[in-house]
Structures are given as structure tokens and as C-alpha cells.
């Protein structure tokens, strides 16, 4: 009787611990948080992520499945601008819930395809294998109550110090806007960049104007060095610009 007590406690602890961390694989990272640590098998070989990106930028793409219409779309105009990522210090990762063999298959049709008078291109960022939603669900991309692969759209944005810095949502049928995904990376370097940390306003573009959260000089900072007013412009009470150009 005592053996059952224990055996049927310890089956409980068990359910339990599964309940405990199907609850938190169902929970999305947020901003500041530390990225979900996977190993997995991909296109490219092994991957530890993100140890094996170092100190780099690195940006996730997920999808749904393989040879999807819309998402097909998003890989090869990817394809086309991972140079422009690697500039930024960036490395990318692409993850679809279909299997490895899957995935070298849809990789190869990428490559001997033509789009929007792009031509094909070698494919350098791995595709990932996670048929077995483990990655997903750590990513919190598949809804605790079903088991549907629909959800698996995001977009995660880790900085240097393994944090995620932005996360992007999109449904099955609008495609991601890769330019979109490149501008945000952009103003995450520039806020993020030097001593004194900057904001990007509304539709903010490389070179444009940044905001400051703070206001820049004091009366007595401005008699020392009149030309601050060169340099720093409010609109209204509370918003501070710095000027980008002369």
C-alpha cells in the first residue's frame, strides 16, 4: 500500500511537471527577455542557438510548413537581402515545422527559382527543422489549446546580449515586409548605439532625426556652449530631437 502511495504520488509530481512546462513552452518571450536556447538539426548542419551566432545581432524567421505559397515569397526576397543583413552584423535563422529531408528539398526549388526579376540565389542562413514543435513552443508560436502550426508567423529580433529586442506577428496570408523587418533592425542599432541611447519616432528613416528621453542641456550648458541649439530642437513641451545632419 505504502509502495502505491509513493508511486502514485511520484506519477502525479510527473503530471504535474509536464502540465508546469507545457504552460511555459505555451508562453511567448517578451521583449527583454533572454532568447530560448535550442539546438537543432537544419540545412546547414548542427545549430546551438544562439551560441553558435557569438556576439551578433540575430533575427528568427518562423513559418507554418514548406513550399507555402506566401511564405516561399519571404525566403527568396530574404535570400536577396542576406548580404544587406550581413553588413549589420546580422545573422539570420529560418525555422518551418516540416522535416529536414522537406526542407532541403523546398531549399533547392528556392534556389533555381526566378522572382520579381530577382535571380536565383544561394541560400546561406539555415532552415531549421522543428517537426516536433519543440522550438516553436518554446517560442511560445503554438497556442496551448491547439495543436495547429498556423500561429508559427513570427518574427524574433535578438540583440548582442542574447535579449529578444523586438517580436513581429503576421498572419498565414499577408506576407512579412522585409523592408519593414530591415528598418526595425536599423533603429534597434541606432537607439542602441553609443553612450547616450536615442529614440526612432513614426516611420523614422536612416539618417532622419532621432528623439533624445531626456531634455539635453541646462541653462547654464547652454550659456557654456550656445551652439547646442544646433544640435537639439523641441517640438511641443516634452519632445527633444537631435539633429542627425548638420
Request: some cysteine; proline content about 6%.
Amino acid at each position: 500500500m505504502k509502495t502505491l502511495f509513493i508511486f502514485g504520488t511520484m506519477f502525479l509530481l510527473l503530471v504535474c511537471n509536464l502540465k508546469a512546462q507545457e504552460k511555459i513552452n505555451a508562453t511567448m518571450p517578451m521583449i527583454g527577455d533572454d532568447a530560448p536556447l535550442f539546438i537543432a538539426e537544419t540545412t546547414s548542419g548542427l545549430l546551438s542557438f544562439p551560441a553558435d551566432y557569438g556576439s551578433k545581432w540575430k533575427i528568427i524567421f518562423s513559418h507554418p510548413q514548406d513550399f507555402t505559397p506566401v511564405c516561399t515569397t519571404e525566403l527568396l526576397t530574404l535570400a536577396h537581402m542576406q548580404g544587406i543583413f550581413e553588413k549589420l552584423n546580422t545573422k539570420l535563422a529560418v525555422i518551418s515545422t516540416d522535416v529536414l529531408d522537406q526542407h532541403f528539398m523546398w531549399k533547392k526549388l528556392l534556389e533555381e527559382t526566378t522572382y520579381k526579376d530577382m535571380k536565383p540565389v544561394k541560400i546561406k542562413f539555415p532552415i531549421i527543422d522543428d517537426s516536433k514543435y519543440s522550438i516553436s513552443k518554446s517560442y511560445g508560436m503554438i497556442h496551448s489549446k491547439s495543436s495547429s502550426t498556423k500561429d508559427v508567423r513570427g518574427v524574433f529580433i535578438i540583440n548582442p546580449e542574447n535579449k529578444i529586442a523586438a517580436v513581429i506577428f503576421y498572419p498565414m496570408n499577408i506576407g512579412r515586409n522585409m523592408e519593414e523587418i530591415h528598418r526595425t533592425l536599423l533603429a534597434l542599432q541606432m537607439a542602441e548605439s553609443g553612450k547616450s541611447r536615442v529614440l526612432t519616432p513614426a516611420n523614422w528613416q536612416p539618417g532622419d532625426d532621432v528623439m533624445v528621453p531626456y531634455l539635453p542641456y541646462t541653462e547654464k550648458d547652454l550659456a557654456a556652449n550656445p551652439s547646442l541649439t544646433q544640435s537639439y530642437y523641441n517640438v511641443g513641451s516634452f519632445m527633444w530631437f537631435k539633429k542627425m545632419k548638420p
